[in-house]
T-cell receptor
Framework: AQKITQTQPGMFVQEKEAVTLDCTYDTSDPSYGLFWYKQPSSGEMIFLIY??????QNATEGRYSLNFQKARKSANLVISASQLGDSAMYFC???????????FGSGTKLNVKP | EPEVTQTPSHQVTQMGQEVILRCVPI?????FYWYRQILGQKVEFLVS????????KSEIFDDQFSVERPDGSNFTLKIRSTKLEDSAMYFC?????????FGPGTRLLVL
């Protein structure tokens, strides 16, 4: 069975500091993709970053990077230089092969303090 | 960048009423999904639709739910007789591989 686990229901970070949001996953399928989404209080899901299971390098998108440790089945999101606008819920998700559904974690609520 | 759109953005309905949520997909994408998110909880898969047929559905997607493509382009999610526990945000999603497009969601409140 496929599973995504986010063990941090809430996190605080000081503005301009870096923060790591944890995500572990479980699958026996060798081909999968890992995603991070941001959900502000308005409710929309904003795509942040993607990592494929066969990608050799960790994904980066601006201030976001994904610390992919395949052997440990972890895909932590690192946000550098936090901004007040980063305060939101963050969801880790996994998809198997090319066309299957998402499996979502329970989310982490990030609060950035001024 | 292409966008998936959803209407209405918000809907309030009485328990037992039928609701229809609509999604305008990006053209040329064959795979289409509906998800829901009860307030404060994780996003849950409802149903996937491929080539005008349901390809997979979750245990949540019971006989009260249906999906259609009434005019060959737009997609609808119908809840025949709403329950209080159907109150949630409903997302339609399209995409392939790492490119996934979430619609903005419809926030449904059942009273």
């Amino acid at each position: 069975a496929q599973k995504i686990t986010q063990t941090q229901p809430g996190m605080f970070v000081q503005e301009k500091e870096a923060v790591t949001l944890d995500c572990t996953y479980d699958t026996s399928d060798p081909s999968y993709g890992l995603f991070w989404y941001k959900q502000p209080s308005s409710g929309e899901m904003i795509f942040l970053i993607y990592q494929g299971s066969y990608d050799q390098q960790n994904a980066t998108e601006g201030r976001y990077s994904l610390n992919f440790q395949k052997a440990r089945k972890s895909a932590n999101l690192v946000i550098s230089a936090s901004q007040l606008g980063d305060s939101a819920m963050y969801f880790c998700a996994m998809r198997l092969s090319n066309f299957n559904k998402f499996y979502f974690g329970s989310g982490t609520k990030l609060n950035v303090k001024p | 960048e292409p966008e998936v759109t959803q209407t209405p953005s918000h809907q309030v309905t009485q328990m037992g009423q039928e609701v229809i949520l609509r999604c305008v997909p990006i053209s040329n994408h064959l795979y289409f999904y509906w998800y829901r998110q009860i307030l404060g909880q994780k996003v849950e898969f409802l149903v996937s639709f491929y080539n005008n047929e349901i390809s997979e559905k979750s245990e949540i997607f019971d006989d009260q739910f249906s999906v259609e493509r009434p005019d060959g382009s737009n997609f609808t999610l119908k809840i025949r007789s709403t329950k209080l526990e159907d109150s949630a945000m409903y997302f339609c999603v399209q995409g392939i591989r790492e490119t996934q497009y979430f619609g903005p969601g419809t926030r449904l409140l059942v009273l």
